[in-house]
């Protein structure tokens, strides 16, 4: 098996580390580039032992996948260094918010087996959860889709699917840390310094998470458990309740998958 990787960042970093500390792919099936960050690249070859090259024949040769994980405005530049190279047997992993894959397919220039996958960052620890929408024209689908269960939870998609997975998963995780990072500025505002606000929050996440991973009962009913007739948590809720939440995230996520939608327009 060869996987190469076409950006080494943030995405790409987190699906190699999450494949290779699972143990599904060896880290010498691993190939990773960059634009110009070698630094960062030979970071990775030394700290995991994957393979790190600029030679774009290297690359693509006798590559199975070749995933394209740059930002979408730098899929031009990676398509042109792909497409001399680029075998018709080589199936393409797209990452990039918002590019189809007819575009993809046109611009890599043979029409190889695309499939568009929406992972996120919780792919380092192997907690993602990916959207996948391939092209007609893929085979053996329940491999990439085994090699993907090594970081996350996969969820397959028509293509229409990518823009809401996009925005509910993909970002996902940055709307909540968002909402944490106000929750700890709140509660240095109840008096607690900035580092046990951080530790206080950080902990009450992770302790959520570990509940939500082990018990079965709904969002409602986990809340419900712990709101006790005329207390604290049912003052809190009764204040929380007069703002429109449900609005304020059904907004934030519109925005979004608008933005994913917009990114596809050439
Ligand atoms: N971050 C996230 O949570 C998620 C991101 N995505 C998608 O993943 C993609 C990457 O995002 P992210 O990892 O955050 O971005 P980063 O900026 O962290 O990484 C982008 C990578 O692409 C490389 N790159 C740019 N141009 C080229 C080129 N011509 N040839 C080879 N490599 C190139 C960069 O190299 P250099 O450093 O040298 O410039 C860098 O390694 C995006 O398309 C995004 O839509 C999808 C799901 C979640
Ligand atoms: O912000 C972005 O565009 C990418 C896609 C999903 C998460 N990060």
New binding site residues.
């Given amino acids: 098996m060869k996987i190469v990787f076409?950006?080494?960042?943030?995405?790409?970093s987190a699906i190699f580390t999450g494949m290779i500390e699972k143990g599904t792919v060896k880290a010498e099936d691993i190939y990773i580039?960059?634009?110009?960050?070698r630094v960062?690249a030979m970071e990775f070859k030394e700290s995991l032992g994957v393979n790190v090259s600029y030679d774009d024949a290297e690359l693509c040769k006798d590559a199975d996948y070749i995933v394209l994980?740059?930002?979408?405005q730098?899929f031009t530049?990676?398509a042109e260094?792909i497409r001399p190279y680029l075998e018709k047997k080589t199936k393409l992993i797209s990452?990039?918010?918002g590019i189809h894959i007819a575009r993809i397919q046109e611009e890599a220039g043979m029409e190889n087996a695309v499939a568009r996958i929406?992972?996120?960052?919780n792919a380092m620890v192997q907690y993602s959860v990916n959207g996948i929408a391939f092209s007609d024209d893929f085979d053996n689908k329940d491999e990439l889709i085994e090699l993907m269960a090594s970081f996350g939870k996969n969820v397959v998609v028509g293509e229409e699917g990518m823009d809401n997975i996009?925005a509910a998963t993909?970002?996902g995780?940055?709307f909540l840390y968002y909402i944490y990072e106000q929750y700890a500025k709140s509660l240095e505002e109840l008096g607690f310094s900035k580092e046990d606000a951080e530790k206080l929050t950080r902990n009450l996440v992770i302790g959520t998470g570990k509940t939500l991973s082990e018990r079965p009962e709904s969002f409602e009913q986990l809340r419900t458990d712990i709101t006790s007739k005329a207390g604290t948590t049912e003052a809190g809720l009764d204040t929380l309740s007069e703002f429109k939440l449900q609005e304020m995230i059904s907004k934030t996520l519109g925005s979004a998958r608008d933005r994913s939608k917009k990114l596809s327009e050439r």
Avoid at 6 to 12: D, K
Avoid at 69 to 72: G, T, V
Avoid at 118 to 121: A, H, L, R
């Fill in positions: 076409f950006g080494a960042g943030n995405m790409a580039t960059s634009k110009s960050n960062a994980a740059s930002k979408p730098n530049d990676v260094r990452v990039m918010a929406m992972p996120n960052t996009t993909g970002s995780p940055a």
